[in-house]
């Protein structure tokens, strides 16, 4: 079975440029979040999706957005690019909302580089 | 109080020991308490989890302390090894309908020969 899947594993971009980030949860997985870990903050939650709608959203400004297709496949976008989004984003697919039983499955990450 | 603080940053343990990761909460709404892994390079993988109606749960060489009372749970990692070298986080979150977790700052574990 396969996990999820993130592309691409790395990327850099220049300042004020803007960004998308691509997952793809397990297959059957319903549920999709993102996440940011940086050495400073650690783990933040950006937002969740769940059939095409964002079900939750944490606090990040409005230049980070995502959306979710019907194959359940999600993409993240930031725009206007800052030094300080250089991080690594995390998804996270699950069955459904909630941690359920089996709670989230991370993919490895996009490591997005800011210059 | 959303927060989770954990620790300690980091620990260093010989091979065989106990390590020990402590971490405590403010929300008493939270009852999905796990504890995720992460290697370099790979995203934290679940390790092992527990509800709040239960105070101890063991996986293997893993065991979750929970006291509800004090809002605070812990990993003890018996007989480590080398290969549990890694970066372990806490977190807290809800079974119900949002799946979004908070994490703690995470503990760098060393195990030495």
């Known amino acids: 079975k396969a996990g999820v899947t993130q592309t691409p594993r790395y990327l850099i971009k220049t300042r004020g440029q803007q960004v998308t980030l691509s997952c793809s949860p397990i297959s059957g997985h319903r549920s999709v979040s993102w996440y940011q870990q940086t050495p400073g903050q650690g783990l933040q939650f950006l937002f969740e999706?769940?059939?095409?709608?964002?079900?939750n959203k944490g606090n990040f400004p409005g230049r980070f957005s995502g959306r979710q297709f019907s194959n359940s496949r999600s993409e993240m976008n930031v725009s206007t690019l800052e030094l300080g989004d250089s991080a690594l984003y995390l998804c996270?697919?699950?069955?459904?909302?909630?941690?359920?039983?089996?709670?989230?499955?991370f993919g490895s990450g996009t490591r997005l580089t800011v210059v | 109080q959303q927060q989770v603080k954990q620790s300690p940053q980091s620990l260093i343990v010989q091979k065989g020991g106990i390590s020990i990761i402590n971490c405590a909460y403010e929300n008493t709404a939270f009852d999905y308490f796990p504890w995720y892994q992460q290697f370099p390079g790979k995203g934290p993988a679940l390790l092992i989890a527990?509800?709040?109606?239960?105070s101890e749960k063991k996986e293997g060489r893993f065991t979750i302390s929970f006291n509800k009372s004090a809002k605070q749970f812990s990993l003890h990692i018996m007989d480590s090894q080398p290969g549990d070298s890694a970066t372990y986080f806490c977190a807290a979150g809800f079974t119900g309908t949002a799946s979004k977790l908070t994490f703690g700052t995470g503990t760098r574990l060393q195990v030495t020969l």
């Open positions: 996270a697919s699950s069955l459904s909302l909630g941690q359920g039983t089996y709670g989230y499955t």
């Open positions: 527990i509800r709040p109606d239960v």
């Open positions: 999706y769940f059939s095409e709608t964002q079900r």
